[in-house]
């Protein structure tokens, strides 16, 4: 009979070893998985991990994707890292991540057509104040009046989703857009055009800022004591008290900063890849990346690795969708299963398995 | 009393990694026998007692009940069997009823009224009484503990374990309490009596088999004996009670003035107008049942629970409306009961657990950052002074003994050269030589000019460190009257008598 | 009242706008009664309706589908239980989890379903008890699944109250080390109650996709297993009050599009997003009239159960 037995110690080999564990656990049921939907599981894997990269057809235009698509994934997943390690449970990034994007289009639109220096900057702030004050939207309901995060949080990406549309229907909508749906495009607007820092590489400031965003949030967590408070709190909250951790500022903190780096996230997306505000500008980045911060660990340069990952597994997805007509949804079911073999496999660095005999003589 | 045998127990052996928990032990008991499993903490007890009662499976050995082979794979099976067990915590559910948490224990009980009439009538029988339909929540730690003889009562067991039955009472309720058992006892009902407090051990029990480090080192008749000798038994080896000098007390170190706090736990006990003034170089003690304010108090003198400004003065300068580290800047440190989870991040390294209480008076953040070498130094400074046993200052907290945790945790506390100190239960759960050496460091540090306040349950710990006795009941303090000269009656009556229970045997 | 809407039009359309959120808080509010916070209903409501689609389709059997939607939201719930049960996983990560992979599963499965029309599911036959007016609409018009979600309202209720498996699972959730010393399975308990919250889920999704919409479309659910989790929540963890919380959710729906359709002159997103804000406003009332401590909340809900002898 197995039985799980704690450890006096946590692990720290296993911390590693099963994240890579769980990936291998994914290809192997993915690939099941595409079998069962009739498409050669070999080629299939091959297609969304070694393609991507190497495929002399596609890497010339999906090596600059991976860094798009990781950036705001690792942006937006190691803001929510601190969160999680506290027991903050932000769920709804992908709303901070649209307010932000919204907050940051006013800001533009309202310039619109002038070329001040002072736009972009300006546009940063508003990104990161637009995510920020939707995420503090349940840390003020939590803290005054104990309402849960996570389903605040969760609800109010409906709501951003449809003030998101009512944007692109209504007050943001291109004057000169021939009654099509959706904003202005800021790809046309140079003073608040988020582009191409070195051309062909995707390399743009989002991506530098999550790159910043992984050497900050290291230091953060290893050397500053804010992040040895959040790692007590979620660790034992009583603790985090006696170490004189005010909880509901702990709270504010954390989901301001994940709201502001979703809400960055969402900044420069729209004034950059996405250029516009349509009602389909959100892609799902808010919820992928807390699969981002749990494959990373929690730990930002997992955070950072998962998110290039995850990344992978995206424009993998697209090519597979093209060249082998795989379903987009499959991805989807790729990626929640991937979270679900890591939580599994995480049993081993907290855990020891026994194999038990029967007691008894 | 029968003399027939009820429980033989033969060469159990149960061993956990790392630790061998019973070795080869051996004991019998006799129908209507009162028999005592005494030794320290960490001895082997419990586990015995769970193997019993069929939570614990045991690697080798044999038990008999009745002469049958007894080999009970669940508590169920021991329960149908005749064997009833009172824990010592974890087995209540404070949202549910009385009648509730007794009908969980029981393999069929009746109907609910039915089962309400059958509680009322038993346990007046006993002179335990109880209302049915009570949240088990609201009761005192006393009544909780009647709910759990009760349940056990109601199903007329032949076997009935009791674990450390008498730490959650006052003198008095713990005479009401052997009035039932010695009750049980002559109706035919054998018990299993868990202690390490000698002297009850004499007055209650027929015989006694005593564990050390999970083997029998002797079996006796514990009247035969004297309480010294039970105690070199246990323990295997002469303590020295702990020494302390001359005593002049300094100035007001620590003044409460009319402190009152709601609990922030739905069950707990909020305080209650608490006056108390604590010089430099006292010791005062508070003893209390559990669950009449002892937490609430801590929390509210660590600063874990703000207050009024001026309900806490620490050398008279008001800190009641500040948090833990503007406390421990103004000299003040505290140590809560709960070792895992509150005095110490269980997870943790003893660097991080240093520094989650160490970091303001011993400099170790700076700007924000951590100073690691600090804060390694100084926990590695804690396990070498107050002899803490680990293979080092990286070890998890929780991968630490209870005892040696505690001692890191008094020692983190004491090291930061601190003016007032507050502890609570400071030696729970601990084994003696590390309880003698953490109330003489306490000792010590009050010699050395701390005020220090003692919280505990032990009476015999605040009666040897302690100069000055008030009780907690309730959430109200009493006025603190000199340890010279107390006498057992008063400290049970400052501790709230028995808390109305007297009535019940007076006609029983 | 807004001219137009029929009040006793909109008291039998809320009721069948309820029911899938009804379903799915039923279920969720004994899995959190035992003890576990399940984040993942709303995967467990698509998986359900996009099997009890697919069985429904080829069969032709709405029955056989609500069937297929509840073995499917229970297979999902019962993923739920062994990784928190067994391999004591985070609840909450878990749950978010099963909600992704429930969702990306769907749509896979889901592939060339879109457009399909359902077998009907008929309602249940009153005769003239259906023809009666203003009760004829509100209480003999509707399909069986209805009716069932209140008789389920009525079970869970009793089940909790006067049983003695409803005494023993609410003493699992309420301290899980007492309930292990006095000998009971904790973790196969709250197996048991997983997977009965996942079926629940599953039968609420299949209510969508089979009666609501219906229809398949990716996404089907819309929140709606959140919002469940939200009403239990809000009830309280008592069956009454969910039946009541959902009723006032489905109702704030149901009027909301009755107002798009009435041609108001407010944005339609904005009536779109009144049910999510109504939830929060709801939750908030809630919370704040109980103060600090969610009492009523089991005691041992969303912690780790690990029986170390």
Known sequence: MLTLEKRPNPSRAWAIVTPILAVILTMIAGGLMFAVLGKDPVEAIRTIFWDPLFNAQFASYSRPQLLVKAGPLVLIAVGLSFGFRASIWNIGAEGQYIMGAIAAMGVALAFYPTNYWFVFPLMVLAGAFGGWAWAMIPAFLKNRYGTNEILVSLMLVYVAENIESWM???????PQGMGFPGSR???????????ELIAGTGLHWGVVTAGLAVIIGYVLLKRHIFGFNIQVAGQAPRAARFAGVDPKRLFSLCMGLSGACAGLAGMFEVAGPAGQITDSFNVGYGFTAIIVAYLGRLHPI????????MALTYIGGEIAQLSLNLPAAAIQAFQGMLLFFLLGVDVLSNYRIRIKRRAQA | MKDTELLAVEGITKAYPGVVANSDVSFRIREGEVHSLLGENGAGKSTLVKMIYGLVKPDSGRMRLRGAAYEPKEPREARSSGVAMVFQHFSLFEALNVAENVALGMENPPAQRALAERIRTVSEDYGLPLDPNRLVGDLSAGERQRVEIIRCLLQDPKLLIMDEPTSVLTPQEVEILFKTLRQLSSEGTAILYISHKLEEIRDLCDGATILRRGKVVATCTPREKTARELAELMVGETLTPPARGEKVPGDVALDVVGLSVASPNP???????????????EILGIAGVAGNGQDELLLALSGEIPTDRDAVKIAGRGVGDQGPNARRLAGLVAAPEERLGHAAAPDMSLTENALLSGAVRKGLVRHGMIDWASARSFAEGVVKDFDVRTPGVGTAARALSGGNLQKFVIGRELSQDPTVIVVNQPTWGVDAAAAASIRQALIDRAAAGAAVVVISQDLDELLEIADNFCALNGGRLSAPRPVQGLTVDEIGLMMGGAHGMEVAHAHA | MIAGIDPVVLIASLMAASTPILLAALGELVAERSGVLNLGVEGMMITGAICGFIVAVHTGSPFLGFVAAAAGGAALALLFAFLTQVLLSNQVATGLAATLFGL????????????IKPPPTANVPFGPLAHLPVLGPILFSHDWVLYFSLALVVGTWAFLKYTRAG????AV???HDAAHALGYRVRLIRTLALAHGGACAGLGGAYLSLVRVPQWTEGITAGAGWIALAIVVFASWRPGRVLLGAYIFGGVSVLQLRLQAAGIAIPVQILSMAPYLITILVLVVMSARRGRAAIGAPAALGRVFHASD
């Open chain 2, 267 to 281: 069950f707990g006990t909020s305080l209650q107008n608490v006056h108390m003034r604590v010089r430099k170089g």
């Open chain 1, 168 to 174: 692109a229907f209504g007050p943001m909508r291109n």
């Open chain 1, 185 to 195: 495009n800021l790809q046309q607007y140079p003073a608040a055009h988020n582009s």
């Open chain 3, 104 to 115: 990306g599963l769907s749509s896979l499965m889901g592939q060339g379903y879109s457009g």
């Open chain 1, 302 to 309: 997992g955070i950072l690795l998962a998110g290039l990952l």
């Open chain 3, 173 to 175: 959730g309420e301290n």
């Open chain 3, 167 to 170: 005494l023993v699972l609410r």
